[in-house]
């Protein structure tokens, strides 16, 4: 596996397969913390799959809380006051993601 733009990177054959930031982080995690299942799923060539399925599904809740987020606060107008708004936003809603559904032994997509 390689990284290209902190994106995971796999080659087969004659393709690459890119699996998005989220699915990099659940790659890393996965080795880090579950090796034995990392093992099976690269026996069963699921591996890449998984990681786009799990990419996938993080980035859908990211929206929905990002909606979410923006219906019980909205967004300001001045510049300082977005950028406060924007880093808030984004430290709610990227960890829910990271422990709703990244930081998660999946092993099917």
């Known amino acids: 596996m390689a990284y290209k733009n902190n994106t995971a990177v796999m080659k087969s054959s004659t393709e690459e397969v890119y699996v998005g930031n989220y699915g990099s982080e ?56 977005v950028v ?3 880093k808030t936003r984004m430290f709610y809603t990227d960890g829910e993601v990271m422990r709703d559904k990244v930081l998660v032994a999946v092993t099917t997509p």
């Open 26 to 81: 659940w790659l890393e995690f996965m080795h880090s913390n579950h090796p034995d299942l990392v093992e099976q799923m690269i026996e069963n060539n699921s591996l890449m799959a998984v990681a786009q399925s799990v990419d996938d599904r993080a980035w859908k809740y990211r929206e929905l809380l990002d909606t979410q987020y923006a219906k019980c606060h909205p967004r300001p107008t001045k510049y300082e006051d």
């Open 84 to 86: 406060r708004w924007e």
